[in-house]
Every structure is written in structure tokens, then in C-alpha cells.
Antibody
Framework: QVQLQESGPGLLKPSQTLSLTCTVS??????????WSWIRQQPGRGLEWLGS???????YYHPSLRSRITISADTSRNHFSLSLTSVTAADTAVYSC??????????????????WGQGVLVTVSS | EIVLTQSPATLSLSPGQRAILSCRASQRISTYLAWYQHKPGQAPRLLIYDASHRATGIPARFGGRGSGTDFTLIIGSLEPEDFAVYYC?????????FGQGTRLEIK
């Protein structure tokens, strides 16, 4: 059973860099054809996809964050990471990692975001 | 970017009633749509994938339908544990997008 766990600092000052790691257990991140993703929820708002990485290399990012975001993966440690530079109060959110998407043909629940980590609250405040 | 618009924003119902939640896409996405249930302090839970297929372990009272631009999540008879926020999500194209959510609250 695949499980994901986020880790990283919970408090940042404006202009600092947010760095989070998602450690995956129960299966390797470089197999199965999965992307691995970061998603956040700002206070009082809905879910926002931030970006995804595939097989340790290919990435897709949310257009509004493209200048500040980097997602990387370390297959030897079976984890992937989020870096978001120049944070502001607007980046205060619960950040979650998730397995998915996957683009296999046919109908499959494995093509979607599942499972998810529990999420970690990151607060940006001076 | 494919925009997903959910309605209503809030739905107030009583246990035992039927809930109908809508999600409209700004362009055709075939059946590349999923529904998630999200409760405070918990990870979102995949309910419905590919518009109409229940995920493993999801009760039969949850159903989805639709294709193209209009999608519906139906909860047949509400249980107390069903009151939560529900999101639709598309993977037809990057960037992946979520709807803004429908809050299902107890009346």
C-alpha cells in the first residue's frame, strides 16, 4: 500500500524559499507510469494543483507559478520535493503531495490523484 | 486552462435526502473527470473517476454521470459522514484543474 508523507518547515518569512519533501513508501516512484504531484489549499479556498513530475524528470507546472516553482525527485531516496521561491503571505496554505496523474488508456482509478499525503501547513509571515 | 465551475457553492440538506452536485467544464473534456470528498484535517478521498466509475471502497450511494462539459455527482441518501466539501477535477489537459468546491452542509 503506497503512502505519502510531507515534511518541511511550517513557518517562513516573506521572500524566503519554501522547500517541502514528500517521502513515498510502499512502492518506487520511478515505476508504474505515475506522475507525482503537489497540490495546495490556501485558507478559505479550494484545491489548487501546483505541479507534477514523472519518472524523476519530466515536469508540468501551474502557469501562474512557473517562474517560482521547481519539483524534483530523488529516486534513490524515493521522495520528491517542492521548491517555491520568493514566498509571500499568499503562499500560506496546506501543501499536500499525491500520486498521480497517470495517463494509461482505459478507465482506471489509478489514473487519478490517489493516495494523498495528510498535508502540511506552511505559514508565511514576517 | 480548462476552468471547472461547480454549483451550488453550498448545499444544505438533511440526512436521508438526495444530493445533486454539478460541475461544468469550460471546454469539452470527454469523461476525464473525477470527484473528491474533502473533510477538514483529512486528505481528499477519490470518490468517482472517469466521470461515472466508483473508486474502490466507495459506497453505492455515490454516483457520477456526464461527459463533454456537464457532470453530476449524486449522493442517493445522505449519511451523516457525507457532509463535507466536494471537488471535481479534470485531467484532460495540463494544467490540471479543480473546481472551486461545493460545501455540503447539514440543514
Amino acid at each position: 500500500q503506497v503512502q505519502l508523507q510531507e515534511s518541511g518547515p511550517g513557518l517562513l518569512k516573506p521572500s524566503q524559499t519554501l522547500s517541502l519533501t514528500c517521502t513515498v513508501s510502499g512502492g518506487p516512484i520511478n515505476s508504474g507510469g505515475y506522475y507525482w504531484s503537489w497540490i495546495r489549499q490556501q485558507p478559505g479556498r479550494g484545491l489548487e494543483w501546483l505541479g507534477s513530475i514523472y519518472n524523476g524528470g519530466s515536469t508540468y507546472y501551474h502557469p501562474s507559478l512557473r517562474s517560482r516553482i521547481t519539483i524534483s525527485a530523488d529516486t534513490s531516496r524515493n521522495h520528491f520535493s517542492l521548491s517555491l521561491t520568493s514566498v509571500t503571505a499568499a503562499d500560506t496554505a496546506v501543501y499536500s503531495c499525491a500520486r498521480g496523474p497517470r495517463f494509461e488508456s482505459g478507465f482506471s482509478e489509478y489514473n487519478w490523484f490517489d493516495p494523498w499525503g495528510q498535508g502540511v501547513l506552511v505559514t508565511v509571515s514576517s | 486552462e480548462i476552468v471547472l465551475t461547480q454549483s451550488p457553492a453550498t448545499l444544505s440538506l438533511s440526512p436521508g435526502q438526495r444530493a445533486i452536485l454539478s460541475c461544468r467544464a469550460s471546454q469539452r473534456i470527454s469523461t476525464y473527470l473525477a470527484w473528491y470528498q474533502h473533510k477538514p484535517g483529512q486528505a481528499p478521498r477519490l470518490l468517482i473517476y472517469d466521470a461515472s466509475h466508483r473508486a474502490t471502497g466507495i459506497p453505492a450511494r455515490f454516483g457520477g454521470r456526464g461527459s463533454g462539459t456537464d457532470f453530476t455527482l449524486i449522493i442517493g441518501s445522505l449519511e451523516p459522514e457525507d457532509f463535507a466539501v466536494y471537488y471535481c477535477q479534470q485531467r484532460r489537459d495540463w494544467p490540471i484543474t479543480f473546481g472551486q468546491g461545493t460545501r455540503l452542509e447539514i440543514k
